[in-house]
């Protein structure tokens, strides 16, 4: 009865609240359509794109109606919403440049900052400016603000540039402490997701992938840079040697990674001068958000014309696992009706389905792999790579008719394992429980985590996992068009960059998001056409209605855990995980 009233008076505050704010948010859309109709709702002239990128940033932001009321400091950025913007900006004559403030960002990882500066590389090809400016530069950060015209830091802050670490954090000295053992069944010798349970340290195979990864990754950086700044490789490489964060800041200017030291009253002088404002007056700073309404009233006429679409799936996250606080990743039964949905829609002539998972669940994903060969018989399908499309990441994207990544995309990682704990020495020997059985056949008790397995409970789960991995293994070379002997020497759990991929046959092309959709269009032979990204937005009242009291403590839990935040939240979802496996073989820190 008290749950019932609970969720009675919380039903009823949500009547409430729909019924004070979607009236005013009505009122509001409105007026703001009719201003952007009129000479009131236009940029004013000599603009500047304020880009502050201090927060988080995802593949698609799901805005929370009550981010404000918690406040909530740490701002989550669309990936798709900050390149919308820079493209806006690039076309709009009111706004002669782009502002990058350097904070400090989670959750995108190389691929995702190289299609943002690959988009601020494009916007400079108009002639217009790019200023950026950092009181302290993170190294991926700088990474993207080189990329500018002017690079100004603070005459009192720094920049972080030491080179790329990955530091897996392991567990099995502390579940021995407890009582606990994994019990592992895997098939692949990289495949080690699973060392953080069974070892202390990495094993020679994780180490060498580990390290193929991080040159090739550190190499794309450093010939970016280099070009940018116009300081070779090797120079740049030696300063990393020396640990430049702690450098005093006339160092950064003196080696050519800074252009010059300003305070913040410094860049908004030198930004009304690049606009030709005059110094009493204010500079005319486009903010995200101002933009994103723009966007918003763009999409929406947009999508009244009357063109053929191709449709751009966002699928990203945990396979049947949870992606960030307001979004549940990607969950294979959703996943599969909306892919579905577009494959019977008639409007829809191509799709590109936007990865970006480290895997998750083998059985999940091979039913949207199936969803998806059924799409792919209907029309174009072609896969765009974000930060990783990996494991079951890459098993859902390989029956596509082209799969595009980005250089340093993390993919492969084709293999999967099984972990099942056994808790025996935690419930007998240190809590002091006692069990006893009764059964008709020798494995009815299958399972209980009251003991460990049986030698011959071992030989089933590790067929039953032997047999996943040869189907991964025949989904991904039917996908490819190759015998599985060649896919098999590719594998064995093991991750590779975006442009080793293409090397080995795993990738098609090399490229960033709005490529895939050119390849799309190309496959369905369309010339003029609309792009439509899924799923759709949910309408405000199913925001307020779904906003969990999570999100709140899931910010915390970023802030708190800062680079150990993916492992911790790992440990957090374990036990709601499918025992078999299709994932990613370490958790990504390496910035």
Known sequence: MKKFFKNTLAYALALVIAGLVLPIVGLGIVAGIAAASGESGDIEKNSVLFLDLNGIIEERAVENPFASMLNDEL????????????????????????????????????ASLEEIRGELASFKESGKFIVAYGDQYSQELYYLATVADKLILNPQGSIGWHGLASTPV????????????????KVGT?????????ATEMSDANREQLTEMLDSTWDELLTAVSASRGVSKEKLDDYADRFMDFCPA????????????????GVQAYLKSLTGIDGDDDLNLVTMETMKERLKLNKMVEDAADKSKVAVYYAFGEIDGSASSLDEGINSKKVIKELRDLREDDDVKAVVLRVNSPGGSAYGS??????????????????????????????????????????????????????????????????????????????????????????????????YVNNGYALFLKRCADGRGVAVEDIAKIAEGRVWTGSKAKEIGLVDELGDLDKAVEIAAQKAGLADYSV???????????????????????????????????????????????RIQARLPFELNIW
């Open 190 to 198: 990289y495949k080690s997701a699973v060392e953080p349970f069974i």
């Open 250 to 265: 006339e160092e950064y200017v003196a080696c050519g990674m800074a252009d010059t030291l300003l305070y913040k009253d």
């Open 366 to 463: 091979e039913q949207i792999w199936r969803e998806v060969t059924l799409l792919k018989a209907a029309k174009p399908v072609v896969v765009s790579m974000g930060d990783y499309a990996a494991s079951g990441g890459y098993y859902i994207s390989c029956a596509a008719d082209c799969i595009v990544a980005s250089p340093i995309t993390l993919t492969g990682s084709i293999g999967i394992f099984g972990v099942i704990p056994s808790a025996e020495k935690l419930l007998k020997e240190k809590i002091g429980l006692g069990f006893d059985v009764v059964k008709t056949n020798p494995m009815a008790d299958f399972g209980n985590m009251s003991r460990t397995f049986t030698p011959q409970e071992r030989v089933v789960l590790q067929n």
């Open 170 to 185: 392991f567990y099995k000295d502390l579940l021995e402490k407890i009582g606990v053992e994994m019990q592992v069944f």
């Open 75 to 110: 701002k989550t950025y669309g990936l798709d919403d900050i390149i919308a913007a820079i493209k806006e900006a690039k076309k709009n004559e009111s706004i002669k440049g782009i502002y990058l403030q350097a904070g400090a960002v989670e959750g995108a990882s190389g």
């Open 532 to 578: 439509k990204a899924y799923p759709e937005e949910k309408p405000l009242i199913e925001k307020l209605m779904d906003t969990k009291k999570e999100d709140y403590m899931e910010t915390m839990a970023r802030e708190t855990f800062d680079g150990y935040y993916n492992s911790v939240k790992f440990l957090r979802n374990i036990g709601n995980c499918d």
